[in-house]
């Protein structure tokens, strides 16, 4: 079975516009950005926003989904210098940040499957 590091490295050779990927898993964090990238959020405010905001937001999610909704796969969010694809894991999430001239959503099910090998 892969590593977080080796699954992470398999997310950024998905697509060159993936700028960020985290995985929150049996409530580890393992996260990596690419380098030389603009307009980046701090380090430590993504380790809160995985901590925190994101199980929160899928949280929500889900528990809309589950009621007549067929459930809830992940939540994008738009942000001003990139998009933000968190996907829900039975075992946590992952979380990873697109360049905004890239659809996020074109990557989602090779994300997953890459996720669920692991």
């Known amino acids: 079975m892969p590593s977080a590091p080796d699954t992470i490295d398999q997310i ?3 697509a060159p516009a993936i700028r960020y990927v985290a995985l929150y898993r049996q409530g580890h964090l393992t996260s990596r950005q690419r380098s030389a990238i603009s307009g980046a959020s701090a380090s430590e405010s993504d380790r809160y926003e995985e901590l925190f905001v ?3 937001l899928l949280t929500l999610a ?3 989904g589950n009621l007549d909704c067929g459930g809830a796969k992940f939540v994008l969010v738009g942000y001003g210098n990139f998009y ?3 996907l829900d894991l039975p075992d946590g999430h992952a979380s990873i940040c697109f360049e ?3 659809n ?3 990557y989602a099910d090779a994300i997953r499957t890459i996720c669920n090998k692991t």
């Open 104 to 106: 996020p959503l074109n």
């Open 100 to 102: 905004l001239s890239s």
């Open 12 to 14: 950024f050779a998905v």
């Open 84 to 86: 933000q694809l968190v």
């Open 54 to 56: 994101n199980p929160t």
């Open 62 to 64: 889900r528990q809309r």
